[in-house]
C-alpha cells in the first residue's frame, strides 16, 4: 500500500492530466452532439455541463502545470478564477437538471428558492474571495463549500430522478445504467471535491481535508476524483446519445406514419399486423380485422375541394383513435380508407366495439358545422390460426363484407 500511495504521490502530475482530460472530453463531447429541436429538456441544459468540463479540465491541467514547473499569483489567479467559473456551470446544471426533474407546482417554487440561493451562494463566495489574504486557498475552499459540493448534489440527483421522470421515453433508448452511473459518479464526486478541500485554519477544513484523506486512505484525493471524473464523462457521453436514438426514432416513426391523419400509414399497419399474426398464431387465438370507407369522400373532395376533404380525414383518423385503445392497431391504408385490429377483441365484444364507433360518429355530427355528414362503411374481418391467411387476404374478405352490409343496412 505504501508503494503504490507513493507512486501516486509522485506521479500526482499524471492524474491530474487524465482527470483534466475527462472532464475536458466530456464537454466536447456535448457541444459537438446535435441535439437541436430534441424533445428532452436535458438538450436545453447540457450546454451548462459541458462548460464545466472545459473549465474544471482546464483548471486541472493548469494544477499539473504548477507542480511540474513552478507557482505564481498571477497563475494562482487564474486557477482560482477557472476553479469558482466551473463550479458555477456545474451548480447552474445541478440546480435546473433537478428542477425539470420535479413535479411543476415544486419546480416554480424551488425554482425561486434556488434562484436566490444561487445568488446567495455567489455573493458570498465573491465577499470571501475579494476580502480573503489568500485568495487562492481561502477562495477555493468556500467555492467548494458553496459550489461544488451542493452542484454535484444537485446534478447527481438530478440525473436520478430526470430518467424516473422520463422513465416511459428512456427505457427504448437503453440508458438506464449510464444515467445511475453518472448520478453515483456525481454525487461521490461532490463528496470528495466538494467537502475533501485543502486545509484551512477554520472547521472543517482544518479537520476534513486533503492531508487527512491521504492519511485515513493512503492514497491522494485527487486519484478518487480523476476515477470518479472518468466514470461522470464516460456515463455522460452516453447518455447524451439518446439524441441520436431520438433523432433515428422520429426518421423511423416517418416512415410508418401517416403524414396527414398522424396514424399509421399502409407499411405501418401492414408491419405490427404482420406481428400480431405472429401472435395469434403462437397462441392459438383468433383476432378481428375492421376496415372502414369513408363515405362521400368524393363527393367532399369534388365540391368543397381538397382541403375540407383533407379535414374530413383527419377527423375520421381522429375519431378512430378515440374510439380504440392506444394497444390497438389504426391504419390509413390510402385514400378514404382505414383499418383496425382491436387487440383482444372476442367474437361478442365486436358489434360493442362498432357500435361505440357509431357512437362517436354520431357525436360528431350533433356538433360539427359542415354541410355533410361523417359517415363509413365497415366490414369486418377474421383472422384464424387454424386456417392462416395474410394481412392482404384479410383485407379483401373485410372490404366484401363492407360491400355486402352496404347492400342490406345502412352504413355507419
Not at 282 to 309: P, Q, S, V
Amino acid at each position: 500500500m505504501d508503494l503504490i500511495s507513493q507512486w501516486f504521490n509522485d506521479n500526482l502530475d499524471i492524474v491530474f492530466f487524465l482527470y483534466g482530460l475527462a472532464f475536458f472530453a466530456m464537454g466536447i463531447s456535448i457541444l459537438v452532439q446535435p441535439r437541436k429541436e430534441s424533445a428532452f429538456k436535458l438538450a436545453e441544459i447540457l450546454w451548462l455541463l459541458a462548460w464545466f468540463g472545459l473549465v474544471h479540465g482546464i483548471n486541472e491541467w493548469l494544477d499539473m502545470w504548477t507542480m511540474i514547473k513552478h507557482q505564481s499569483a498571477t497563475l494562482d489567479l487564474v486557477r482560482l478564477f477557472c476553479l469558482i467559473l466551473s463550479f458555477i456551470f456545474l451548480f447552474e446544471f445541478g440546480k435546473r437538471l433537478f428542477l425539470q426533474s420535479v413535479s411543476e407546482d415544486i419546480s416554480k417554487l424551488g425554482g425561486k428558492l434556488a434562484q436566490y440561493l444561487s445568488w446567495g451562494a455567489y455573493l458570498v463566495v465573491g465577499i470571501i474571495v475579494f476580502s480573503s489574504s489568500n485568495l487562492w486557498k481561502t477562495g477555493g475552499i468556500w467555492a467548494r463549500y458553496l459550489l461544488a459540493f451542493p452542484g454535484a448534489l444537485f446534478t447527481g440527483l438530478g440525473f436520478f430522478a430526470y430518467y424516473r421522470y422520463n422513465e416511459k421515453a428512456l427505457t427504448q433508448a437503453k440508458v438506464k445504467n449510464y444515467f445511475l452511473l453518472a448520478g453515483l459518479s456525481f454525487i461521490i464526486y461532490g463528496i470528495v471535491s466538494g467537502l475533501v478541500v485543502p486545509k484551512g485554519d477554520f472547521f472543517p477544513s482544518n479537520w476534513l481535508n486533503n492531508d487527512s484523506f491521504f492519511s485515513t486512505m493512503r492514497i491522494p484525493v485527487q486519484v478518487i476524483r480523476a476515477v470518479l471524473a472518468i466514470i461522470a464523462a464516460l456515463s455522460v457521453t452516453e447518455i447524451i446519445k439518446i439524441f441520436d436514438w431520438e433523432s433515428r426514432k422520429k426518421i423511423e416513426d416517418a416512415s410508418v406514419t401517416d403524414e396527414l391523419t398522424g396514424i399509421h400509414n399502409r407499411r405501418g399497419f401492414f408491419a405490427i399486423a404482420e406481428h400480431q399474426l405472429k401472435i395469434a398464431n403462437r397462441n392459438k387465438i383468433g383476432i378481428f380485422m375492421l376496415y372502414a370507407d369513408l363515405n362521400n369522400f368524393k363527393w367532399i373532395n369534388d365540391t368543397l375541394g381538397h382541403k375540407e376533404g383533407d379535414y374530413a380525414l383527419r377527423e375520421f383518423a381522429r375519431i378512430l383513435k378515440n374510439v380504440y385503445r392506444k394497444s390497438d392497431v389504426v391504419g390509413r391504408l390510402g385514400g378514404d380508407e382505414f383499418a383496425v385490429i382491436p387487440v383482444g377483441t372476442t367474437g361478442d365484444s365486436v358489434e360493442e366495439i362498432t357500435a361505440r364507433l357509431q357512437k362517436n360518429l354520431n357525436s360528431y355530427n350533433a356538433t360539427s358545422n359542415h354541410t355533410y355528414t361523417l359517415s363509413a362503411s365497415v366490414g369486418i374481418s377474421h383472422y384464424d390460426p387454424e386456417h392462416p391467411c395474410s394481412i392482404d387476404e384479410l383485407i379483401v374478405q373485410a372490404d366484401k363484407k363492407m360491400y355486402e352490409m352496404k347492400r342490406h343496412k345502412p352504413t355507419l
